[in-house]
DNA sequence: CCAAGTTACAGACCGACGGTCGGTATGTAG
DNA sequence: CTACATACCGACCGTCGGTCTGTAACTTGG
């Protein structure tokens, strides 16, 4: 009868008390590396336990649900999506072309320097069965952009050079390019990785061309006016990217270690 | 004593077989009204099997998971839509244009006939939290009309007279419209609950003549060739809808009965 | 018409996972 | 030092997807 009916919990470990910020934080990074490296459903809150390094009580102290840790890294994804518009929006100066231009080509631009961020970032994207992230992030991005690139365009109009029949209309049809762009970019990539490197870059930079082209149309602008096509950039990130080697793409492994 | 250790089941109901394709097309009944009316994730296996009135063991007899269920019912809306859009496309005749905006006003015409069906189905799409099921079936139509939707364009282009700069992706695009539909719709069925019919079919309206005039910039087509609006037909779905009251908005409802 | 085999089904059971709860350590204000 | 707030722990629970053993209904060969 020495087993007491309740057992009473004895911590081994020392408590380690960090500001909600700083955890919710930690946490958040655990979480979006699992997300991104397994997709939504396969990742467990005690998987997300184990890499922060905290327990359940702790985790239900910050977050309501596991639904809030997407809400939580989508909402990262887009706030930086968001500021790296404003600052594409507030940097550009000229006329409303000269800065629709300027915001478009700084926006679709591959940072060479963050090549092994987008690597990692693209492989989570391509990698099936994370649709649900991808679908939430590109969305929830889309939202954030949708007003800063709107009024960049109702710009355009009121100063005479942008012909549109419906703002709302094109706005959210040039947003949808984006979404589209995922199969061009897996094809480059594929591509770059078998040792095509300029099929890779020919993929894309037809792609972006025809997107240009595209533009050019819905906004009513003389053929050429939109470019957003970088062929040197995508070169050496697809060659950042093919020579990291072929990613794993398993996602059902589960033999024993 | 008398209990055995492994109870023996005993079946009280008389036994009801079907032919396996009937028994699996009444599941997918019950999954498909469920899944509409809740939402994927909060149908579960049981509701399921409530439904259709059978049991667990018969149902892992007729699907593998609980996915499978998504996939039957995704896939019933994409052959339909699949379907509907190659006898459009068989119906169509004349020149490319005329065949285009005739497949144009087919496919996406409100057949007055249907009111309750689509009511059903639109209050279902636009509630929230339906965001899987509504992506995966518009995906997945998407997906099926995009290679007769792409060999209309196609043909028009060899017969001259479309001018388009990437065929994929102006084909994509011109899906696309599909998807952000979705938000005009409720709009426009928002305005007519609200007894404002001419104001919803309005919304409606000026969607479709916007979807139209970008149709024709994107194809290289002169101003108003392609019209999909058709008001009337708008009027008559809209007073169907609004007629019918209100939808059932709630959505956790868990009260007691 | 019956025995043997196959298929359609029933329901007890299981393990995993999301979430709760009573309790414990670590501050901080008065 | 006391009182209160809060970060955190981990045993426990309910639910849900999925498995398994067993049974009734249909089919077929003799």
Redesign the interface.
């Known amino acids: 009868m020495s087993a007491p009916t309740t057992t009473q919990p004895v911590f081994a470990t020392k408590r380690q008390r960090m500001t909600p910020e700083t955890r919710r934080a930690r946490i958040l990074d655990a979480a979006q590396g699992l997300f991104l490296e397994r997709g939504w459903d396969a990742v467990t809150i005690a998987d997300v336990l184990d890499v922060a390094g905290i327990s359940k009580g702790g985790f239900y102290h910050h977050f309501a649900a596991k639904e809030d840790l997407l809400d939580g890294v989508v909402e990262r994804f887009t706030n930086e999506a968001l500021s790296s518009a404003e600052t594409a929006h507030a940097a550009a100066t000229g006329d409303a072309l000269t800065r629709f231009n300027a915001f478009l080509a700084d926006t679709s631009r591959w940072k060479a320097e963050q090549a092994p961020q987008l690597k990692f970032f693209l492989d989570a994207m391509l990698r099936p069965g994370n649709?649900?992230l991808f679908?939430r992030i590109t969305n929830a991005s889309n939202t954030a952009a949708k007003p800063v690139l709107q009024g960049m365009i109702a710009q355009g109009i009121s100063e005479g050079c942008f012909d549109v029949?419906?703002l709302t209309?094109?706005t959210?049809?040039i947003l949808?390019?984006s979404?589209?762009r995922r199969t061009a970019i897996e094809r480059a990539i594929r591509a770059a990785e078998a040792d095509d490197l300029d099929g890779g870059v020919d993929i894309l930079t037809?792609?972006m061309?025809?997107?240009g082209?595209?533009i050019d149309?819905?906004l009513?602008l003389p053929q050429g006016s939109i470019a957003l096509c970088n062929s040197s950039e995508y070169r050496l990130m697809l060659r950042a990217i093919a020579q990291d080697g072929p990613p794993d793409r398993r996602i059902d492994d589960q033999s024993p270690p």
Chains 1, 2 share one sequence.
Do not use: Q, W, Y
């Open positions: 649709d649900v679908t029949p419906d209309l094109v959210e049809t949808a390019f979404g589209g037809s792609r061309v025809a997107e082209a595209l149309r819905l009513g």
